[in-house]
């Protein structure tokens, strides 16, 4: 059992940067998928970017591209997703998640953090 936990949500300016972490306790990432999702009000849950954990191959929604990153910390078993340049479209509740095959689609994430909020103002 993967238990996930996110930090480093808060409040930021437009143009403003923010990195979240996700940690996982309970067992290792090394044979997952670990990929950040996002929901705001009244929209669907949606694919931000997501890593390999064993390769460190990534990818990133287009929607983020050039401003969000992924990467990991194999010491501290923590995925990291780095916010740059942030808009208020991307006020969101943030979660990471960790499969076992790779998928863009959150039904394919078994475990699933509590989640981080984020609040880009304008």
């Known amino acids: 059992q993967v238990q996930l936990e996110e930090s480093g949500g808060g409040l930021v300016q437009a143009g403003g940067s923010l990195r979240l972490s996700c940690a996982a306790s309970?067992?290792?990432?090394?044979?997952?998928?670990v990929g950040w999702f996002r929901q705001a009000p009244g929209k669907e849950r949606e694919f931000v970017a997501g890593i390999i954990w064993s390769s460190s191959y990534t990818v990133t929604a287009g929607s983020v591209k050039g401003r969000f990153a992924i990467s990991r910390d194999n010491a501290k078993n923590t995925v990291y997703l780095q916010m740059n340049s942030l808009k208020p479209e991307d006020t969101a509740v943030y979660y990471c998640?960790?499969?076992?095959?790779?998928?863009?689609?959150?039904?394919?994430?078994?475990?699933w953090g509590q989640g981080t909020q984020v609040t880009v103002s304008s």
């Open positions: 998640a960790a499969a076992s095959g790779w998928s863009r689609s959150s039904n394919a994430y078994n475990y």
């Open positions: 309970g067992h290792t990432f090394r044979n997952y998928i």
